[in-house]
């Protein structure tokens, strides 16, 4: 066959850049992203070996451990043609020789196995005559797939967290049970798969976002990228690098561990972040956006935090993942000095830490989920009796008997401020951050559907907190701890104690912290106004 057949036998539609999202949690990478991502990995190479071209090195090999479209192998096998020209002159044979010793993935489905087999092979068939491979033993080629079920103990699976009433699937439906984080060993695992004494360079790919755990979806689904990427680091690769949903950065369902490993990590070299999942994946909203990594098993060091916006680059900074005083990491590089201005001003140290003291912690008057024990189904009477009192709930409120409602936080009979859970997630900014906060009354109470804030001593000190968490400097601190549309006591954690014998605004506080004009430019560009009436 000569060259110029086989390279017209390569020119096929690009069907990834058209095809539709396989599910909620499994969202296909556009080509042009996977291409940004080896452009990362490709600078990076070249830093750590020397300046060598990594495309040029035919005994480079790669792993994608959740194939999905097959993205990231062709465009791994399109650059790896380029480069190894030279070392293997023949076009055949070069091919051959990426795509049966250098290239290979673990699909997620068997829909996807196909998918990511004719992308990468030209057929979904690798042994088939419309391979562009030549030597293949076997249908499947690198791209490996087989059914893998659950293992079940006590309703939940072992590996995944999967809930068994959700999962435990016939043999025609997809068990969604991934290979690459269900097993005892991966090392024995690839070896099944691959061959023995499989080691891969670079892993490379994006992992499945999350399962169902029958308690619902989005933010409260159970999340399992982490363990994609926890396998990965186990495999010791020279590179990972991964899209991930950004929720870890300081929030996320079971992802106080990951996060942890992750901010201490100082192998991750490399964090690129999009706040807007859609400059991303056109048409799918990720709660909190989404970023890729680059880790480097070689290199240790701060991080460099690159954030896009509107597709341009907005910010660059090198640093450390996690600052002195904090559990998570500070995702805006122009939100870092005004959080430290701030809080330095409260406690009067130069230490550079971002703790502040309980004492001076205004989360320390935000009760936790539940101050009543009330869930949100909770209905009451609509007509109050002498003995009721009024609880707050969705679209409006009820009457109970006072004998009913649990007081735990001893704040049912004095004046308090109530504040939604749920407030906007939004990733397009400026918006408001919090849902609007209002006065509760001695003697009223609410479902899990607000936090109570406070004791305080009167309704003016009520007024006075409302003026405080109205003003755009309040919620841009909250904004720093808060990755989704739950508003939990800990996104407070930032937000220092005022004294609230006086009303404030944004123009006091920009004073008391000599916040500057192009700080408060940058604050004023994320927050909305919020307009609270009495």
Known sequence: ?????????????????????????????????????????????????????????????????????????????????????KEIPDLIERIDHILTKQVFGIAITELTSLLARRSTYCSKNAK??????????????????????????????????????????NSDLETHAYAFIHCSDIKVQLATMFGDNMHFDVIIGNPPYQLNDGGGSGTSAAPIYQHFVNQAKSLEPRFLSMVIPARWFSGGKGLDDFRHEMLQDDRLRELVDF?????????????????YFLWNKDSKGDAKIVTYDKGKVVSTATRPLLESGSDVFIRYNEALPILKKIISSEVKNNSNSLA??????????????????????????????????????????????????????????????????????????????????FIGRPGTASTETYLAIGPFASKVECKNVISYISTKLFRFLVLQKKPS??????????????????????????????????????????????????
Request: net charge neutral; proline share 5%; with cysteine.
């Open 275 to 291: 706040p807007d999942s859609s400059e991303v994946f056109p048409g799918v909203q990720i709660k909190g956006g989404v970023c």
């Open 356 to 437: 502040l003291p309980a004492n001076l912690k205004f989360a320390n008057r935000v009760s936790i989920r539940r101050p009543f024990n009330l869930d949100s189904t909770f209905r009451g009477r609509g007509k109050r009796r002498e003995t009721d009192i009024e609880v707050y709930r969705v679209g409006g409120s009820d009457f109970v008997d006072v004998k009913d409602v649990e007081d735990p936080l001893s704040i049912l009979h004095k004046w308090k401020v109530f504040i939604p859970f749920l407030a906007s997630g939004s990733d397009s900014f400026p918006h408001v951050i919090l849902g609007a906060p």
């Open 128 to 169: 088939g005559i419309h391979s562009i491979a030549r030597t293949f033993a076997n249908s499947e080629g690198n791209i490996w797939f087989k059914r893998t079920d659950h293992i079940w103990q006590n309703q939940k699976c072992e590996f995944c967290g999967a809930n068994k009433s959700e999962y435990e699937r």
């Open 485 to 534: 549309q739950n508003a939990t006591r800990k996104v407070y954690d930032f937000v220092p104690m005022q004294d609230f014998k006086q009303s404030w605004s944004d123009l006091k506080l920009y004073e008391k912290y000599k916040i500057t004009k192009s700080e408060i430019a940058f604050i004023e560009s994320m927050i909305r106004p919020m307009d609270i009436k009495f």
């Open 1 to 85: 066959m000569s060259q110029a057949t086989f390279a017209l036998r390569g020119h096929n539609p690009d069907v990834l850049s058209c095809i539709a999202n396989l599910s909620n949690d499994e969202v296909r990478t556009p080509p042009e992203f996977a291409s940004q991502m080896l452009d990362s990995l490709e600078i990076a190479w070249a830093k750590s070996y020397s300046g060598e071209n990594i495309w040029e090195n035919k005994d480079i090999t790669f792993l994608d451990p959740a194939t999905k479209s097959g993205v990231f192998l062709r465009e791994i096998v399109k650059r790896l043609n380029i480069g190894l020209t």
